[in-house]
C-alpha cells in the first residue's frame, strides 16, 4: 500500500470515527417518551423498595457474530424502561436508602461509559439521580450494599451457558446469586423482574402511541406482502416486503423474526427459516412485528397463496375468526388471561375445531413482545394480543384431507380500556372478502 494511499485511509478511519460518535450523540436514548416519564418510573419503582433494599438493572452486552462484528446492540427492556438509554455497557442502581455520592446523597445513580455519560449530560437526563463512569461499578456496588438485606437484581435473561468441555450447564444466575450473598453477609438476591413488570403491564399514553406507530408500519408491509403473494412467490419475499415497509415507515428492527410459514409451514408456531416457494391452493401464515423506539407490534394474518381462499380454508378462517372476535368481545378490566383462552377454545368447539387450538390466545405487549406484567386479571391500559389459531396436523384422521396438515392463525393487538376494548390493529385487513379484495391488487 502506497503511503498516499494509507493517508487516504487514514482520513476516511478519522471521518467514520466522526460519523460514528454523531450517531452515539443522536442514538444514546430512545424517543417518543419524556425525560419526566422516565423520572417518574424510576420513583415509582423507588417506591416499591424498602430502605435495606438495592435494585441493579445491567444493560445486555454486545454479542459477537463472526470473527470481529457483532449482532445488532439492543437494550434489555427493564432498563430501556427506566432509562431510555439504548447503549450497551449501562448499569442503573436505585436505592431504598440514600447513599452519599459526589458530596450529594442520592437513591439513583446511572453508571455509563465516559463518551456516553458525556451524552447523557449534554441531553440533561436523568437529573433526578447521579451519573457517573461505568469504571466505579464494584465501589458503587459494595457501597450501596454494605447493610442491605435484599437485591433485587435485572440482567439479560441468561439461565444458563452450555459448559460444552464438561457437557453441562452453568447456571450463571444461581452462581451469581450464591457469589453475591457469600460476600454480603445476610443478603438476599432476588429477581427484579415481578416489580418491574408491575409497572410496565400498564401502558401510558406515550406508549400506547409507539405501539400504534409500530402496527402502522407493520400493517403497512402485510398488505404489500398480500399484494406480492402468489404462487410461485418464496417465503422470504413476503419477508422482504413486510419488512421493507416497516423500515422504510422508520423502525429500528423487527419485534421478533419473521414468521412467514406456508403449506406445512403453517402449522409450526416459531417457523422463521422463510426458505420456502409457495404453491397454488395453499395458505401463509404471516406473523410480523415491527419495533419503535423499543416498543414491539405483534400481528398475524393468514392468506390464500392463490389470492383466493378455498372451501376449506374458509371454513377453518370463518372459524378462527369466529373466536378471535368471541374473544375481543368479551375483553373488559376484571376477566382474566384464562377467560379468554377459554371462550377461544369454546368458540372453536362450537364450529369442530376446538381440538386444534394448542397455545394461549393471548400475551403482554410492549417493550418485549411478549411483554412483562401478570397473566391473571385484566385492567385498563393493558395491552395484549388475541391470537387464536387452528392447525389440523397431516396425521389428522377426524377431518377430510383438504383440511389436514396446514393451520390458521389471526392475531390483532388490544388496548384493554375502562369499558371494554380497542382493537388498534383493526385497520389491517382480516375479513375474507377484504383480503381478497387486497391481494387483487
Ligand atoms: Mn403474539
Not at 461505568?134 to 447493610?147: C, F, Q, Y
Not at 437485591?151 to 468441555?165: E, H, K, M, Q
Not at 432476588?190 to 402511541?209: F, H, N, T
Not at 386444534?356 to 411483554?371: F, K
Request: charge should be neutral; include cysteine; charged fraction near 25%.
Amino acid at each position: 500500500m502506497s503511503s498516499l494511499q494509507s493517508r487516504t485511509v487514514m482520513r476516511r478511519a478519522g471521518f467514520i470515527v466522526v460519523l460514528l460518535a454523531l450517531a452515539t450523540a443522536n442514538a444514546a436514548i430512545a424517543a417518543g417518551i419524556s425525560e419526566q416519564e422516565f423520572a417518574r418510573r424510576r420513583t415509582d419503582l423507588l417506591q416499591m423498595l424498602d430502605s435495606a433494599s438495592v435494585a441493579v438493572f445491567r444493560s445486555a452486552d454486545v454479542k459477537q457474530r463472526s470473527a470481529d462484528t457483532g449482532y445488532e446492540f439492543r437494550q434489555e427492556s427493564n432498563l430501556l424502561y427506566l432509562t431510555g438509554v439504548t447503549e450497551p455497557v449501562v448499569t442503573l442502581v436505585q436505592v431504598g436508602r440514600p447513599v452519599t455520592l459526589n458530596g450529594s446523597p442520592t437513591r439513583r445513580i446511572l453508571l455509563v461509559q465516559p463518551e456516553v455519560l458525556r451524552t447523557l449530560t449534554a441531553a440533561g437526563v436523568f437529573k433526578d439521580g447521579v451519573i457517573v463512569d461505568v469504571a466505579k461499578l464494584p465501589e458503587i456496588l459494595n457501597l450501596v450494599l454494605a447493610g442491605a438485606s435484599t437485591l433485587y437484581l435485572s440482567a439479560p435473561d441468561i439461565r444458563f451457558v452450555n459448559d460444552w468441555l464438561n457437557d453441562r450447564p452453568l447456571f450463571v444466575d444461581r452462581d451469581v446469586k450464591r457469589e453475591l450473598e457469600r460476600r454480603h453477609d445476610g443478603l438476599k438476591v432476588k429477581s427484579a423482574g415481578p416489580m418491574v413488570g408491575k409497572l410496565r403491564e400498564i401502558k401510558s399514553e406515550s406508549e400506547i402511541a409507539l405501539i400504534k406507530k409500530s402496527i402502522a408500519a407493520t400493517g403497512e408491509g402485510i398488505v404489500r406482502a398480500m399484494k406480492l403473494c402468489k404462487p410461485g412467490v418464496y417465503e422470504y419475499e413476503l419477508q422482504a416486503a413486510i419488512e421493507f415497509e416497516m423500515t422504510r415507515q422508520g423502525a429500528e428492527y423487527v419485534g421478533f423474526p419473521s414468521i412467514i410459514g406456508s403449506g406445512p409451514n403453517s402449522l409450526i408456531l416459531h417457523y422463521d427459516k422463510n426458505r420456502r416457494q409457495m404453491g397454488r391452493g395453499e395458505v401463509v401464515v404471516m406473523d410480523v412485528g415491527a419495533e419503535m423506539e423499543g416498543y414491539s407490534a405483534d400481528v398475524t394474518r393468514s392468506i390464500p397463496v392463490s389470492g383466493k381462499f378455498t372451501k376449506e380454508q374458509r371454513d377453518v378462517y370463518a372459524a378462527v375468526l369466529g373466536a378471535q372476535k368471541a374473544v375481543i368481545k368479551i375483553i373488559r378490566p376484571g376477566r382474566t388471561f384464562a377467560d379468554l383462552d377459554r371462550t377461544a377454545k369454546s368458540s372453536l368447539e362450537k364450529s369442530g375445531f376446538g381440538r386444534y387450538l394448542n397455545h394461549g390466545v393471548s400475551h403482554h405487549l410492549g417493550l418485549d413482545t411478549h411483554d412483562a406484567g401478570g397473566i391473571d386479571t385484566l385492567k385498563a391500559g393493558m395491552v395484549i394480543t388475541v391470537e387464536p389459531g387452528a392447525y389440523v396436523p397431516l396425521s389428522d384422521s377426524i377431518l377430510a384431507p383438504a383440511y389436514r396438515g396446514w393451520g390458521v392463525r389471526i392475531e390483532d393487538d388490544v388496548l384493554v380500556t375502562d369499558s371494554g376494548a380497542t382493537v388498534l390493529s383493526s385497520s389491517i385487513p382480516k375479513e375474507l372478502q377484504e383480503i381478497e379484495r387486497t391481494m387483487r391488487r
